[in-house]
T-cell receptor, first 115, second 109 residues
């Protein structure tokens, strides 16, 4: 596989369920990101990991819990979600560093529906 | 606050030219990105501008004016497959990416 992959592509869960989203990058990058994409809204950055260390948490509710075991894998653990959490969850990776040109490459996303 | 403005939706005809504008107000500037996102798919990188002027890549070109806080993406010889959303994003002084809400481009035969 090449690029950034995400599983599952679609997920329907109840508010009391626990599930996890998985992201894997095959680009040799050192930074990984979770974004939330809602219709007609800008991408919302949720979490950033650089070299496996969390460097950003944009006031995300604790019902979302990230995990980054190594530079190639990123998880988003979900529990007791709300219907307003229904959205497309995108994972991205980049080389990292503070170069302005550091380009993020995205996975296809997980379409999450919370009932 | 920081803000990126793009039109919500545009319509153009196959074979024509379309210009998608992006204006920004950010804390500092370290470059501007354009991404293409087909429905249900990953955003894919199109271009990066950090200096003023026009950058051309095949049918797509991107222009930047830092003094005006303005960029545009120019698509020539439009094809049906160009129907997608186009996202503008600016890297600010903290190297954070600030995203616009995207412009949905509809191509008609």
């Amino acid at each position: 596989e090449t690029g950034v992959t995400q599983t599952p592509r679609h997920l329907v869960m109840g508010m009391t369920n626990k599930k996890s989203l998985k992201c894997e990058q095959h680009l040799g990058h050192n930074a990984m990101y979770w974004y939330k994409q809602s219709a007609k809204k800008p991408l919302e950055l949720m979490f950033v990991y650089n070299f496996k260390e969390q460097t950003e948490n944009n006031s995300v509710p604790s019902r979302f819990s990230p995990e980054c075991p190594n530079s190639s894998h990123l998880f988003l653990h979900l529990h007791t979600l709300q219907p307003e959490d229904s959205a497309l969850y995108l994972c991205a990776s980049s080389l990292a560093g503070i170069a302005g040109s550091d380009t993020q490459y995205f996975g296809p996303g997980t379409r999450l529906t919370v009932l | 606050g920081q803000n990126i403005d793009q039109p919500t939706e545009m319509t153009a005809t196959e074979g024509a030219i379309v210009q998608i504008n992006c204006t920004y107000q950010t804390s500092g500037f370290n470059g501007l990105f354009w991404y293409q996102q087909h429905a249900g798919e990953a955003p894919t990188f199109l271009s990066y501008n950090v200096l003023d002027g026009l950058e051309e890549k095949g049918r797509f070109s991107s222009f930047l004016s830092r003094s005006k806080g303005y960029s545009y993406l120019l698509l020539k010889e439009l094809q049906m497959k160009d129907s997608a959303s186009y996202l503008c994003a600016v890297r600010d002084s903290n190297y954070q990416l600030i995203w616009g809400a995207g412009t949905k481009l509809i191509i008609k035969p």
